[in-house]
C-alpha cells in the first residue's frame, strides 16, 4: 500500500474520548477509485461518528457519491447518488503483534493504524467498488439499440428486420406483433 495518506485520514488526537462528528472528503483519484464503470462528479463524502476508546476507533458513517454511468445497453447517461453505509474500527498497529496469531488475513473493516493518524481511503475504495454497478442498466429491461440504424428501441421500433432474418415479410409480421403483448417470452440470442 502507498505511503501516501488520503484525505479520509485523521489524527487521533484530534478525536475526543466518545463519540465525535465528522465530515471529510475527497476525490476518485485520491483513492485511487478507477473509474472504468463511472466517473464521480464532485468530491466522495464521509460523514458520521467516530467513536473513540483510548486507541481504538469505530467509525459509523455515511459516503456520498455522485455517479455518471452509461446504460450498457443503449448507452444512455445515468446519474445516480450512492449513499452505502460505512463501518470501520480502527485499532493500533502495536496492539496485533501483541495479540493473536492468527495469520494475516486483514479483517474486513478493520484498519490498523500507527497509534497516530487513521486513514480511511483503502475501506472507502473498497466500500464503493463494491457499490457501483459493473453492468448498469437504464431500465430493468432495456431493449437497446438496433445494430442496423442505431435506433434506440426504448423509444420505437425502427424498419429494420430483425437481426439474423431478412425479407419484407418477417419485419412486417415483427412489426404486426409487436403491438401486441407477447407471451412466448424473448426470442432470439442474447
Ligand atoms: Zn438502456
Ligand atoms: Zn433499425
Known amino acids: ?54 486507541t481504538n476507533v469505530e467509525v459509523q458513517g455515511r459516503l456520498a457519491v455522485r455517479l455518471r454511468q452509461r446504460c450498457v445497453r443503449c448507452l444512455a447517461e445515468l446519474e445516480a447518488v450512492l449513499e452505502p453505509e460505512i463501518r470501520v474500527y480502527c485499532k493500533r498497529r502495536r496492539d496485533r503483534e501483541g495479540a493473536t496469531a492468527e495469520g494475516d488475513a486483514p479483517e474486513e473493516g478493520l484498519v490498523y493504524y500507527d497509534g497516530r493518524v487513521l486513514d480511511l481511503g483503502g475501506e472507502i475504495r473498497e466500500t464503493l467498488l463494491l457499490e457501483i454497478p459493473g453492468h448498469p442498466l437504464c431500465r430493468p429491461h432495456c431493449k437497446g439499440l438496433c445494430p442496423r440504424c442505431g435506433n434506440d428501441r426504448n423509444l420505437g421500433d425502427c424498419a429494420c428486420p430483425p437481426q439474423g432474418t431478412a425479407g419484407p415479410w418477417e419485419a412486417l409480421r415483427s412489426i404486426l406483433e409487436d403491438d401486441r403483448p407477447r407471451q412466448d417470452g424473448e426470442r432470439g440470442e442474447g
Not at 501516501?4 to 462528528?21: H, K, Q, V, Y
Open 1 to 54: 500500500m502507498s505511503e501516501e495518506r488520503t484525505p479520509f485520514s485523521i489524527a487521533l488526537e484530534t478525536l475526543n474520548e466518545g463519540m465525535n462528528l465528522r465530515r471529510l472528503e475527497g476525490r476518485a483519484d485520491e483513492i485511487d477509485l478507477p473509474e472504468d464503470d463511472g466517473e464521480v462528479l464532485g468530491p466522495i463524502v464521509l460523514e458520521g461518528r467516530f467513536i473513540r476508546s483510548h
